[in-house]
């Protein structure tokens, strides 16, 4: 069965920092482009962090850009995003995703991608 799993979100002050999981089975995990979006209540679903199979190339939202690290260990078929200095705005359900082949000026498109994880919700109180 194809799927990917989050954990690793809950409640968190703000400026304090949370590690979220991934978990792909059920597909050749290393072939596969990664992920993180989010979906702020009341929001649409926005990009946060990409990274390509190779691991060598890294994609940021600006609004994360130096507080999250997208990273990945393709020995555990795992996908992590280090969150720091976390705000208020940084609520929301937080996906990942999963696509072999993606267009690389899209990256940050969630049409992209094709394998979607549950979700894990991470909430930062002020």
């Known amino acids: 069965q194809v799927q990917l799993e989050e954990s690793g979100g809950g409640l968190v002050q703000a400026g304090g920092g949370l590690r979220l999981s991934c978990v792909g089975s059920?597909?050749?995990?290393?072939?596969?482009?990664l992920a993180w979006f989010r979906q702020a209540p009341g929001k649409g679903r926005e990009f946060v962090a990409a990274q390509r199979q190779s691991g060598a190339t890294k994609y940021y939202a600006d609004s994360v850009q130096g507080r999250f690290t997208i990273s990945r260990d393709n020995a555990k078929n795992t996908v992590y995003l280090q969150m720091n200095s976390l705000e208020p705005d940084d609520t929301a359900v937080y996906y990942c995703?999963?696509?072999?082949?993606?267009?690389?000026?899209?990256?940050?498109?969630?049409?992209?991608?094709?394998?979607w994880g549950r979700g894990t919700q991470v909430t930062v109180s002020s």
């Open positions: 059920g597909f050749t995990f290393s072939r596969y482009n």
């Open positions: 995703a999963a696509k072999q082949w993606v267009i690389l000026s899209a990256i940050r498109r969630e049409d992209q991608y094709t394998l």
